[in-house]
T-cell receptor, first 114, second 113 residues
């Protein structure tokens, strides 16, 4: 079964550094998302992306965050200047349609900011 | 904003027992989703509910969409060790054309063999 793949599985970075988290969505999917989960807390929506532009973003997704689909297969989340509170699991997801029941999540990238 | 409250926060049960967990909200949801998350993995959809009163099964799992549209429950019958994980309810944000999902904080299930 096709799956969403994320790399790296774990990223450690120093405060103030830029990080790029990478995702390869399922190939025929058109809608892409990033969610995050701070340790022990609930999964939170960050951003959705469709037709090469952001369709929606949450309050968490401030100017330090950006997303890009640089080619036909990758979908990236960049954090420009990481803060300690950015430490979390970041999940990429994709769906063929906008319907929620078709949302597939990757296994996540654990970001640790020291 | 919309919040989903799950209970219990955690459960320890014996293998073979039935499990019941629920999710409530002060807002109406038009779709309820139940996900399971195992350690080191992303959430995996278990059951999707689209209509108030709907009762849907997926193997040993049964979920219901409450009549008021403000609650849902998930039952697991005859639990087995691989049922261990965190179970999240989720629903779409009510904003028009929104693709956001709101998640509950999860119910952590531990199964004692």
């Amino acid at each position: 079964e096709p799956e969403v793949t994320q790399t790296p599985s774990h990223q450690v970075t120093q405060m103030g550094q830029e990080v790029i988290l990478r995702c390869v969505p399922i190939s025929n999917h058109l809608y892409f998302y990033w969610y995050r989960q701070i340790l022990g807390q609930k999964v939170e929506f960050l951003v959705s992306f469709y037709n090469n532009e952001i369709s929606e973003k949450s309050e968490i997704f401030d100017d330090q965050f950006s997303v890009e689909r640089p080619d036909g297969s990758n979908f990236t989340l960049k954090i420009r200047s990481t803060k300690l509170e950015d430490s979390a699991m970041y999940f990429c997801a994709s769906s063929e349609e906008g319907a929620f029941s078709f949302l597939h999540f990757g296994n996540g990238t654990r970001l640790t900011v020291t | 904003g919309q919040q989903l409250n799950q209970s219990p926060q955690s459960m320890f049960i014996q293998e073979g027992e039935d499990v019941s967990m629920n999710c409530t909200s002060s807002s109406i949801f038009n779709t309820w989703l139940w996900y399971k998350q195992e350690p080191g993995e992303g959430p995996v959809l278990l059951i999707a509910l689209y209509k108030a009163g709907e009762l849907t099964s997926n193997g040993r799992l049964t979920a219901q969409f409450g009549i008021t549209r403000k609650d849902s429950f998930l039952n697991i019958s005859a639990s087995i060790p691989s049922d261990v994980g965190i179970y999240f309810c989720a629903g779409p944000y009510s904003g028009a054309g929104s693709y956001q999902l709101t998640f509950g904080k999860g119910t952590k299930l531990s199964v004692i063999p």
